[in-house]
């Protein structure tokens, strides 16, 4: 029997007791099986939904397990797992790998003075005014000062 037959069949109880309506302790039954009622109805919408949402999700992984065996052999799927035969989460990488270096591109080393790290920033970075340290957090400053190039000394004598 659902929650909703359940509060049905209070309220058949309560009206085969012939309670007089007038009196509190009849109005304080009303109250409660209306409550009871609300509540039943709210749980039956979150059963359909919940429902819903598993369907959706099996079709998910159907959907997901073809895309996998025509991307992946058995073969493949061994050989991305871990000695515990799990799936990596993340994709490992070299630290190394994470910077590409651009010989066109200006770049600066930069020393973090909390922590050490290394970093390498480019104009662009510069230009921001600073940078958050990957490695401590630490908010790097940069205040840039672009020096005018000096006049070039002329064999010429300037006029006074």
Do not use: H
């Amino acid at each position: 029997m659902t929650l909703s037959e359940k509060v049905a069949y209070l309220r058949g109880l309560e009206a085969g007791l012939n309670l007089n309506a007038e009196r509190p302790e009849t109005k304080m039954f009303n109250a409660i099986i209306d409550i009871l009622g609300e509540m039943a109805s709210s749980a039956d919408e979150q059963k359909n939904y919940v429902e819903e949402l598993t369907q959706q999700v099996d079709a998910i992984d159907v959907d997901l397990s073809e895309l996998e065996s025509l991307l992946f052999s058995e073969e493949d799927w061994t050989e991305l797992e871990g000695d515990d035969g799990l799936l990596p989460l993340v994709e490992e990488y070299d630290e190394e790998d994470e910077f590409e270096f651009d010989p066109d591109e200006d770049m600066y080393e930069v020393v973090c003075p909390s922590c050490g790290e290394v970093l390498y920033v480019d104009d662009g970075i510069l230009e921001e005014g600073g940078i958050d340290c990957p490695s401590c957090g630490e908010k790097l400053e940069f205040d840039i000062e672009v020096e005018e190039p000096e006049e070039a000394a002329s064999d010429e004598p300037k006029a006074d």
